[in-house]
């Protein structure tokens, strides 16, 4: 909607017309990620470890999708709030409907040290095109008080701008390709 | 969709007093639909405040017009006529409970109408007030509204008409 809708002469025949598709829906939020959240209030990023593989998931999903176990707060892990880039994607905006961002923007995946990833977040002073793999950086949390999960659905992966704004680097060298570790997506 | 997408808004209540937080989500998908010759003109029609039918060989009017005779297939291509404005319930079916997306945002009939000069019905909603005032056969007329843009819309609902009209109830 926008290019082809060019200055309308009110008597010119109607030739188009705006169809406006929506859905709308509520949904209850997830136990597991309640938790999460509520960790995220307390300025600590959690996950559940498989008791069967050892894999740490962040955030917690309340199963192992490789074993098939369930995992509940017994299997919970505190994990760093630092880590490593593993992965990103620039985003360049196309000035398509709601969208709000004009600048290219990266969104990365974050190895945490120790275990457990975060993907969707966004590194802080850092130009997009200056986002590397292997950048080490640190979570900068939203001050308590500012701190919010709202924005925390059941299908947020690990985004979570409410309570962690982003990503600082830390200053520390990058770590090499051969050793980043092996658990890249999740 | 995931939350990062432009088309997409997630908007969660929360209530730390309640038993657990609920999110309300939005998708939503712009277009621009063509319309063609046929209903680009019946929706010009509209704008202009006239409800446009389309003529078949056999004298019959289609309201609303079609590209296409369903009887046959054939092509339609005769200029549209203008039918109407008053029409004849001949079906109808009470809405208790408006949703959102409905025409009236309290109680009403969606009605097939067969507007004068028309041969077939023409879905559209019958602000009536009450159920116990529709009934088959019931005369109506459009109610336009004053800013119009070339939709079904613009035509706000059908209303009875003054004069009543006969019919089974």
Not at chain 1, 83 to 98: D, K, L, R, S
Not at chain 1, 142 to 162: F, H, K, M, Q, Y
Not at chain 2, 58 to 82: F, H, K, M, N, Q
Request: charged share 20%; proline share 8%.
């Amino acid at each position: 909607m926008s290019d082809t809708t060019e200055a309308i002469d009110p008597d010119a025949p109607v030739t188009g017309m705006d169809y406006f598709m929506s859905l709308h829906y509520r949904e209850q939020i997830c136990p597991v990620v309640e938790r999460f959240s509520a960790e995220l209030m307390e300025g600590r990023i959690t996950g559940h470890k498989c008791p069967q593989c050892g894999l740490v998931y962040v955030p917690p999903r309340g199963y192992c999708p490789i074993c098939v176990v369930e995992t509940t707060e017994a299997d919970e892990i505190v994990a760093n709030d630092r880590g490593v880039v593993t992965n990103y994607t620039v985003v360049t905006p196309v000035a398509y409907y709601g969208q709000e961002a004009t600048d290219p923007f990266a969104k990365v995946s974050i190895y945490l040290d120790g275990g457990g990833s975060l993907s969707l977040q966004d590194v802080l002073d850092v130009p997009a095109d200056e986002v590397r793999v292997g950048l080490r950086v640190q979570a900068v949390w939203a001050p308590l008080g500012e701190r919010t999960v709202d924005d925390i659905g059941n299908r947020s992966w690990g985004s979570a701008e409410g309570a962690i704004q982003g990503w600082h680097p830390t200053g520390e060298p990058d770590v090499a390709r051969e050793d980043l570790p092996n658990q890249g997506g999740f | 969709m995931c939350s990062t997408s432009a088309v997409s808004s997630q908007v969660p209540s929360s209530k730390s007093d309640a038993p657990g937080r609920t999110s309300t989500s939005t998708i939503e998908f712009p277009y621009t639909r063509t319309l063609g010759p046929v209903y680009g003109a019946f929706l010009t029609g509209m704008r202009d405040g006239r409800i446009l039918g389309m003529p078949k060989a056999d004298g019959s009017v289609l309201c609303p017009p079609t590209e296409w005779d369903p009887d046959t297939g054939a092509a339609l291509t005769d200029d549209l006529v203008e039918v109407g404005p008053g029409g004849e319930v001949t079906t109808w079916a009470w809405v208790t409970e408006p949703t959102r997306k409905h025409p009236l945002d309290h109680p009403f009939a969606f009605a097939l109408i067969r507007l004068d000069g028309a041969s077939t019905g023409l879905l559209h909603a019958v602000d009536a007030g009450a159920i116990d005032a529709m009934h088959t056969g019931m005369r109506v007329v459009p109610r336009w509204k004053d800013e119009r843009i070339g939709l079904i819309t613009d035509l706000e609902a059908f209303v009875p008409a003054a004069d009543g009209g006969g019919g089974d109830a």
